[in-house]
């Protein structure tokens, strides 16, 4: 049985080997949280009186469950509604996590005509539209917060900035990971990254600006302005002429007029153009929303491999390491 906390988080994360990076980096938060709440409550009952260490684990672990029992309770609640027979106070954080299921959207494509009956393809146009929108703020959220930091880090008040500015972009990166798993259906933390336990305000820069999480997740907020404008222009450009080449035959039918200029002259269409114009801008329509759905599914992936690392990392904090069980995006 682990004796500290950071050899049962090194246990915990072999017994995780393989499983979903966010997923890991849930379970390696909740544990780590939980089992220096309950020590620390432990040593504060005891008072003046110096408890044993390794009783206390094991009364901890006991009552949270072994790394093998936890892991499996976290990939269980992953996988379905089941919980471990054995109950333990872990299944209530693993149920906290899996209160809404890991949507499974892309594991049987709709096809080409059935894309429009997928919700999936919806919610990917949504994202589409909004990552216009979260583009321009990411952008200068970034921009502006670097440019701050590297001039007023020679002030007394650019180590609060920069601090102040990091945190802000782990807040991001962790609200844009739930805008994914909601509207793209990609397993993402719903946990935040793990710092150091310990140490002051110059070991939480140190560390935040040498893990590598934090610089791919600033990249990321600035690529989402392009990926943003693109994705905005595809889908209403896709869309909107779709949907006019197949609304303009009815609007001749119906007024007599095609309200299209051509140079000075209005375009009338002959009557076998018509079902033409339908079925293209049907097809059209299709081809868009089959481009937002892989587009979708995509930057899903994308969004993963930049935000969402659950690994081992150690620093420095005085003589303190870093808690082994930091899982970091």
Do not use: C
Not at 6 to 12: A, P, R, S
Not at 140 to 145: D, E, F, L, P
């Amino acid at each position: 049985m682990a004796r500290d906390v950071d050899t049962y988080l090194e246990e915990f994360r072999a017994e995780l080997a393989g499983a979903d990076p966010a997923l890991a980096q849930d379970a390696l938060y909740d544990a780590e949280e939980y089992l220096r709440a309950e020590l620390a409550l432990v040593q504060e009952q005891a008072g003046d009186q110096a408890p044993d260490t390794d009783a206390a684990m094991a009364a901890v672990i006991e009552r949270y469950g072994t790394p093998r029992e936890v892991a499996a309770a976290y990939r269980d609640a992953e996988a379905g509604p089941t919980i471990a027979a054995r109950p333990s106070v872990a299944e209530a954080s693993v149920v906290a996590t899996a209160v809404r299921p890991v949507p499974r959207a892309y594991r049987r494509p709709p096809g080409f005509f059935g894309v429009m009956a997928d919700p999936r393809t919806w919610t990917s146009l949504v994202y589409m539209l909004l990552a216009l929108v979260t583009g321009i703020v990411y952008f200068t959220v970034v921009v502006t917060g670097v440019s701050l930091s590297a001039g007023l880090f020679v002030l007394i008040i650019g180590v609060p900035f920069a601090l102040l500015f990091l945190a802000l972009v782990r807040a991001v990166s962790l609200a844009e990971g739930r805008v994914v798993e909601v509207l793209l259906g990609v397993r993402m933390p719903r946990r935040p990254r793990l710092g150091p336990s310990e140490g002051g305000v110059w070991q939480r820069v140190r560390y935040w600006l040498k893990d590598r999480r934090t610089w791919t997740a600033m990249l990321y907020m600035l690529l989402q302005l392009p990926l943003g404008i693109v994705y905005f222009t595809v889908s209403v450009t896709g869309l909107a002429t779709g949907l006019g080449m197949i609304g303009l035959p009815f609007v001749q039918l119906a007024t007599g007029r095609t309200y299209v200029d051509l140079g000075g002259s209005e375009l009338s269409l002959s009557w076998w153009w018509m079902p033409l114009l339908v079925i293209g801008g049907a097809l059209l329509v299709l081809v868009t929303l089959n481009l937002v759905r892989l587009a979708g599914r995509a930057h899903g992936a994308y969004a993963k491999s930049m935000l969402v690392r659950a690994g081992q990392q150690t620093v420095e904090a005085g003589n303190a390491p870093l808690p082994t069980g930091a899982a970091v995006v």
